[in-house]
């Protein structure tokens, strides 16, 4: 996480996830799935500005702001798949409302939720706003509390929002909360798209069936350890990708346009619908960007992988500090 503290606020850059692995090994008795997936933080941020509220209640206002074919766009909530959740239903508000419970405390805060990460995609942004929320409120109220309380309660939040907090790509494991740092990952380059529709991540595993011959994610690491590029791309892999593409006509269609691109490798991110494709330099991601685009997909990001300062505690950055270009 990009974190900045002033003397007013704590503010939060939250960054997107690509699934560069994922494969689901068997249904839990707890209803979740066992699965082993290497997931990559990219450059790609929702915002979060904690203020402390005299009120001692926890407030959440939002705003959309989606680039499309190119361009900004902004938005509020309305009817359709970028609709946020209900206040008190908001993984931000549920995080900030954990950290009160467990450090005991019933101070306010007004927090301020800015969105670029496109929701329904399988970009991780709802657990990712989860995570930064955590660390607002600790920063914000003060609480010093241990980074293991805060792992905790990542974990108690969902699956994907320890991840957050690791810092850098990692393998998870279990149902996404055993998460196993990868530190000599070089950065990588990639462009992301994601269709109009979006899918519901319960619907996908519901159609979802357990491999009975598992792939593992290691040859995938040591390539990626090693550079090489056209070897982890042909490693790419997502046990969710075909139910997916059954669930969502979409899928195919970005399937096809990323075969023509002519990229390393690429696949769909998590239990979709956003599709990724690795590329070389940054310049590859921005050429098959405006490929996308003049192709009709609506939103297409050019992004880069990046490794988050600071860890579970969370370290503030200077204030001039912008992660986002």
């Not at 074919?69 to 209900?86: F, K, M, N, T, Y």
């Not at 990542?154 to 996404?176: I, M, N, Q, T």
């Not at 939103?299 to 503030?316: H, I, L, T, W």
Request: net charge positive; glycine share 10%; hydrophobic share 40%.
């Amino acid at each position: 996480m990009h974190i900045r503290r002033s003397a007013e606020a704590v503010t939060v850059h939250a960054p997107a996830k690509l699934n560069l692995f994922f494969e689901v090994l068997a249904k839990r008795p707890d209803g979740f799935h066992e699965i082993e997936t290497l997931m990559v933080p990219i450059d790609l941020y929702d915002t979060i500005t904690f203020r402390e509220d005299p009120s001692g209640q926890v407030q959440l206002s939002c705003k959309q702001v989606f680039r499309v074919a190119g361009r900004r766009r902004r938005r509020c909530a309305a009817a359709g798949e970028d609709v946020l959740p209900a206040e008190r239903d908001n993984l931000v508000v549920r995080a900030v409302e954990l950290v009160r419970q467990t450090a005991g405390v019933r101070r306010g805060a007004a927090v301020r939720l800015v969105k670029r990460i496109p929701m329904a995609a399988g970009l991780g942004g709802g657990s990712s706003d989860a995570a930064a929320a955590l660390l607002a409120a600790n920063i914000g109220w003060g609480l010093n509390l241990e980074p293991e309380a805060l792992l905790r309660m990542a974990g108690e939040l969902g699956s994907d929002v320890p991840f957050f907090l690791a810092g850098s790509a990692a393998v998870c494991r279990g149902r996404g909360e055993q998460v196993e740092p990868l530190r000599h990952v070089p950065e990588l380059h990639f462009v992301v798209a994601r269709p109009r529709a979006g899918l519901s991540t319960a619907a996908v595993y519901a159609a979802c069936r357990p491999a009975e011959h598992p792939r593992a994610v290691g040859r995938l690491c040591a390539a990626l350890g090693r550079g090489n590029l056209r070897q982890a791309g042909n490693l790419v892999w997502n046990r969710l990708q075909p139910v997916s593409a059954t669930l969502c006509p979409a899928v195919p269609e970005l399937d096809r346009c990323f075969s023509e691109l002519g990229l390393p490798g690429y696949g769909m991110s998590g239990s979709g619908t956003a599709y990724f494709g690795l590329c070389r330099r940054a310049s590859d991601a921005r050429r098959a960007a405006r490929r996308l685009r003049a192709g009709g997909v609506e939103q297409v990001f050019a992004v880069r992988s990046c490794r988050q300062p600071g860890g579970p505690g969370g370290r503030p950055e200077t204030q001039g500090e912008r992660p986002w270009r």
